[in-house]
């Protein structure tokens, strides 16, 4: 009788039990930067991105964890034979968050927004060659190129491309107003994003229930907080010296990826005396990158000669044109009227490679004579005055956007940099479709801004990610700046 009575309690009880995902349907992550506001398609922080892209807003196409280009608001599309015109198929049933439909106007709207004479679009040399776009009717959108853009469709993948409302579009700064699967919650500035499952999504629901971003510069901060369960997840892990010790505890999982993120000493070329040839190369040949990757990651991190990212299958490994070496720096040094070296400011945002990788790089520079002065500048400082002033001798800053060694043939872009030669190369880039004749352009393009040492080429920045053992489908590679949920969930 008592076995019938100890079966029965059993029965009730597992009855009774919640489910294993039922108690943990939320995920709290966390980020080293906060954004200075949620519109992807007027910032250039990456930390935008990392919190909204495919989470709150979607594009035509978006970019997968394998950095493939995939249908997202478009469910098809057909190209011309001249290559010259896009015809999108746009998903039916789509709605905003604000419980307006989706429809093609949106995407004219988006599309002419971020290509028009005043806009803020960080990126808006990639609507650039867009000559217009129409709505022959609701569910349809037809773009027209002014010339052949062998990227196009992986550009529209971008977060700086993301389809937004007339109607809310002002407002997403703060209140973003997406299609995505997560709608968003609240923001407490200073602290944390909410975001909340969407229940009107129109493709497969997210497993969560809610997502917080919680923002937590400080590396020891960060550390604390995960061995304490404050936070399930940091993506990117601001502290690699501890990632031996989360190795070691069988509650993490710690996954070391890669990333997008060209991590340059980015020079101010329009400037004395940077704007020489010879004191770049001099300052190419003083970096000792191993040194760097060591003091300022723990060993995580490829050396990189150019900027473009190892694992793409057109990198040219160009590490061994500026060798490290003093003796040839401060002769080049002298060549170029500085046989005493100078002295300059460099400025350093918050992110640990920037911090410790500046205070590393001013030791290096020291030995052949140049004095830096260290001014450490927080994200928003480093934007205005760096990004978008050009008020800077050096800083150290990681490009996380992908493929975009464009950037180094953009008119007034911070690096000042001007050479027709390399903009001819992006124009042959942009009209070539098929994939071999590419990459060759791209190695010619690598090789020309080596050449002109344009910047100090340090390293491919690694994405140390440490969460939760029981947690599942989180990237462990950033093929383009972003946290994307849409797979994340607990195991059972």
């Not at 679009?121 to 990639?126: E, S, T």
């Not at 040194?291 to 900027?307: E, L, N, Q």
């Not at 070496?325 to 002769?331: I, P, V, W, Y």
């Not at 800077?392 to 050479?419: A, C, K, M, N, Q």
Request: charged fraction near 25%; aromatic fraction near 10%.
């Amino acid at each position: 009788m008592r076995q019938i009575y100890l079966a029965v309690a059993l029965a009730v009880a597992a009855l009774l039990a919640p489910p294993a995902q039922a108690a943990k349907p939320d995920l709290v992550l966390g980020m080293q930067l906060e954004p200075p506001h949620l519109d992807p398609t007027a910032g250039a922080a990456a930390a935008i991105d990392e919190v909204v892209y495919a989470n709150v807003f979607e594009g035509l196409t978006r970019i997968d964890r394998d950095g493939a280009v995939r249908p997202a608001l478009a469910e098809s599309w057909t190209v011309s034979e001249d290559g010259l015109t896009y015809r999108f198929t746009l998903r039916s049933g789509v709605t905003f968050h604000d419980g307006t439909s989706l429809e093609a106007s949106d995407v004219v709207f988006s599309l002419e927004r971020a290509k028009a004479e005043d806009s803020v679009n960080a990126q808006k040399a990639l609507f650039e060659p867009i000559e217009s776009v129409t709505a022959p009717d609701a569910a349809t959108v037809v773009v027209t190129l002014k010339r052949a853009t062998g990227h196009f469709l992986f550009n529209l993948g971008w977060g700086d491309a993301v389809v937004v409302a007339p109607e809310s579009a002002e407002g997403n700064k703060a209140e973003p107003v997406g299609t995505g699967p997560f709608k968003f919650r609240r923001w407490v500035q200073g602290d944390r994003v909410e975001l909340a499952r969407n229940p009107d999504y129109w493709g497969d629901a997210v497993k969560l229930d809610r997502a917080t971003f919680k923002f937590i510069p400080d590396a020891a901060a960060a550390v604390a907080a995960m061995l304490a369960g404050d936070i399930d997840a940091f993506a990117n892990f601001p502290a690699p010296e501890s990632l031996g010790q989360f190795e070691a505890d069988p509650r993490f999982e710690v996954v070391v990826g890669s990333t997008e993120g060209e991590t340059i000493l980015a020079m101010n070329n329009g400037k004395a005396p940077f704007s020489d040839l010879r004191v770049r190369r001099a300052i190419a040949h003083a970096l000792d990158r191993k040194a760097i990757v060591d003091g300022a990651m723990f060993g995580y991190g490829a050396p990189i000669g150019s900027h473009f990212a190892p694992h793409h299958p057109a990198y040219v490994d160009l590490t061994g044109r500026y060798p490290h070496d003093l003796e040839k720096a401060k002769a080049l040094l002298a060549e170029a009227g500085f046989a005493e070296g100078f002295e300059a400011t460099i400025k350093l945002p918050p992110p640990t490679y920037a911090r410790r990788g500046g205070e590393i790089v001013a030791a290096q520079l020291a030995k052949v004579g140049i004095a830096l002065e260290i001014v450490p500048v927080e994200w928003a400082q480093w934007l205005e005055q760096v990004f978008r002033g050009r008020d800077y001798d050096l800083t150290i800053v990681s490009h996380t956007e992908p493929l975009d060694i464009g950037i180094y043939g953009r008119d007034d872009y911070y690096f000042d940099y001007e050479s027709e030669a390399f903009k001819a190369t992006l124009a042959r880039l942009d009209a070539t479709v098929e994939e071999g004749a590419r990459y060759a352009l791209m190695a010619e393009a690598q090789r020309q801004i080596a050449e002109d040492s344009v910047n100090g080429f340090l390293f491919q920045l690694a994405k140390p990610g440490v969460w939760d053992a029981r947690l599942q489908g989180l990237w462990a590679n950033s093929p383009i700046q972003a946290n994307d949920l849409t797979e994340v969930s607990w195991r059972e």
